[in-house]
């Protein structure tokens, strides 16, 4: 006979016996639903839970002493352990490459320094004493003035905060987790933070073959309505002296094109916002990239030097925190004020910079033991600096939503070619899936409308405001002036010649090498080992650290040696010197002749040459 068994995967059919016994049903029941334990199943007439029997208890009873008929439903219940498999799909909920942490493993994410710190603050806003309505003493508090919050609506609003910190939120979302439950100590201890993900669920319990061949309700994406972001990871970004944006603008003073870089700080806490936080922008390093008047083209990938940057800022105590880019163009009224593109009336960020933007975002996410994937969100930013509408050059701060990002990694959205608007892609049969997106806006009546954002919306939906300012009394981690060549630039050059000059020009030897831009050209000289060069960082930005140690370091003598050296040879260095002999007889064509390796830094130079173009030292010694 055949019996239907409903539980909470739905409704199946097992065929049956009535001599067989309830421990067969149960080994046939597990054996459909992929249980891992047949001991916790239940069964019974009714879907009420209380109602079930548990199976162990009946195990040698027959079928057909309980009246058990064909077409029968038994409803199941149970309570198992996930499999791996099911383990893997549940994750896939939140996001469908990423691994779920175990719960006892969280507490060891290594979180930044900033968020330790503001973990450990209560976070309440303080009131002063209402002057008409406390009528208590000073010792007492009232519903007038007692703290409020750090979440808290009319504070946000009366304050003009558009979004709350993250840390303000995660005191939100768990305060709404304790009254929704406040005794189950189940709900207590899980993760509140899951990150928004739109692809299809792999693998899928629905029975099917996983996709792109099938796809049913329970794997497919549900319905997007997009709505602003309450929270943003960053609230504020400091950069440590006008010198900071003064310097990177120069490039575009001299050439009128475009430049690209990215921005090297640390986090810190940010007290004008409740728990806020402020990326405090030390120096700004320019990457290979092909600069014109009306855009810019990056070099990617960069790897190799991206490490070498990280590994810098590493022993300086600093790390990348964000990018900015210039869109600026001269209104050629002489008066030195710009365009003004970016307004209400335009756009803020184009659609092929937020897409961009979340590129970013998703290569350097935020760890974070409330997330049961250990990261939650990104803390890079991107700045862009261009005309306010008054014709002034002007920085504004950014972040994309985290849904922006999870919609970008989905393959749902793309740019499009109307800058203030981004387009939902079209489904396309066994490839992509895109769920239906919507947006709401207030139309002219002032009644707010649901509508569909295909096939496209405006880019104000993605965008995260961040405020941006100086500090009133700057003290920046890098003093040197003037500042070194900018690497990667096409004015000025970075080479032994170059830094041998520099170092040996007037002024104080710790302050010249104050400089992010020097650190970075000793280090691809990879003359000193890392604990050489963490020495010699520490004396770049550690005002009790003096020049002097720098003596007893093997690698930093070497150096010396070789930029003396560099220094007295660069002359010898010419064309003339390479196309003829002391006898005036003209060398062989440098085509015809094998590239001559420098014994002393390696370089490969040019046939014919006396002197490496590196280092400068003659290479025949």
Not at 43 to 56: L, M, N
Not at 320 to 336: A, C, N, P, Q, S
Not at 387 to 407: F, H, P, R, W
Request: hydrophobic fraction near 35%; charged fraction near 25%.
């Amino acid at each position: 006979m055949l019996l239907r068994i409903r539980s909470k995967e739905g409704m199946s059919r097992i065929q049956v016996e009535a001599s067989d016994t309830f421990a067969d049903l149960a080994e046939k029941i597990a054996a459909t639903l992929q249980l891992a334990d047949v001991d916790t199943i239940a069964v019974g007439d009714s879907p009420k839970p209380e109602a079930a029997t548990p199976i162990t208890t009946m195990s040698d009873k027959t079928l057909g002493s309980a009246n058990l008929k064909h077409g029968d439903i038994v409803y199941v219940s149970y309570a198992e352990k996930p499999t791996t498999t099911e383990a893997a799909s549940s994750a896939s909920t939140a996001a469908n490459s990423s691994e779920f942490i175990p719960m006892n493993e969280l507490a060891n994410i290594k979180q930044e320094p900033v968020d330790d710190l503001l973990e450990k603050e209560r976070g309440l806003i303080k009131r002063p004493k209402d002057t008409k309505f406390c009528r208590h003493g000073d010792n007492a508090m009232c519903d007038y003035c007692m703290p409020l919050e750090p979440y808290d609506a009319g504070y946000l609003e009366e304050n003009k905060i558009k979004h709350m910190s993250f840390q303000a939120y995660l005191r939100k979302i768990d305060a709404a987790k304790q009254t929704s439950a406040p005794s189950s100590t189940v709900l207590k201890h899980l993760p509140p933070l899951e990150e928004p993900d739109y692809r299809v669920k792999v693998p899928c319990s629905g029975g099917h073959a996983p996709w792109p061949e099938g796809i049913c309700t329970k794997c497919q994406p549900s319905a997007i309505t997009l709505q602003r972001q309450i929270y943003r990871m960053v609230d504020h970004v400091e950069f440590a002296s006008a010198g900071v944006i003064d310097t990177f603008l120069n490039a575009w003073r001299e050439s009128g094109t475009q430049r690209f870089g990215y921005l090297i700080g640390r986090y810190e806490p940010y007290t004008e916002v409740p728990l806020g936080v402020k990326a405090v922008v030390e120096t700004i390093y320019e990457p290979p990239q092909e600069d014109h008047m009306d855009g810019i083209k990056l070099s990617l990938p960069w790897d190799e030097e991206e490490a070498m940057v990280n590994r810098v800022a590493e022993a300086c105590g600093l790390k990348m925190v964000g990018m900015v880019f210039t869109d600026l163009i001269d209104d050629g009224t002489g008066k030195g004020t710009v365009v003004a593109k970016r307004h209400v009336d335009s756009y803020f960020m184009s659609s092929l910079e937020c897409a961009f933007a979340a590129d970013m975002q998703r290569r350097y996410p935020n760890p974070c033991r409330h997330s049961a994937t250990g990261k939650y969100g990104s803390k890079f930013l991107t700045c862009v600096i261009s005309g306010d509408t008054e014709g002034n050059i002007d920085v504004k701060a950014y972040q994309v939503s985290e849904t922006t990002v999870a919609l970008k990694e989905a393959d749902i959205i793309e740019p499009s070619r109307k800058a203030s608007v981004m387009r939902v892609q079209e489904s396309v049969p066994h490839e992509r899936y895109v769920p239906e997106v919507f947006y709401k806006f207030k139309n002219e009546y002032g009644v707010v409308v649901k509508q569909s954002a295909k096939p496209t919306f405006p880019v104000e939906y993605l965008l995260v405001n961040v405020t941006h300012g100086f500090p009133q009394s700057p003290n920046p981690l890098f003093h040197a002036s003037p500042c070194y060549s900018i690497e990667n630039r096409h004015t000025g050059v970075q080479d032994v010649n170059t830094l041998s000059r520099y170092l040996n020009s007037s002024g104080d030897l710790k302050q010249l090498l104050s400089d992010f831009h020097v650190l970075c050209f000793i280090r691809k000289l990879n003359m000193l080992n890392d604990d050489e060069f963490s020495v010699l960082c520490n004396v770049a930005t550690k005002s009790d650290v003096p020049a002097e140690v720098l003596e007893q370091l093997t690698g930093w003598k070497t150096m010396t040696m070789v930029l003396k050296e560099a220094e007295g040879n660069a002359r010898f260095n010419t064309p003339s010197t390479q196309s003829a002999t002391p006898s005036g007889a003209v060398t062989p064509a440098t085509s015809d002749l094998a590239e001559v390796s420098c014994r002393h830094c390696t370089f490969a130079n040019a046939a014919g040459a006396v002197n490496c173009e590196m280092c400068g030292l003659p290479l025949n010694e």
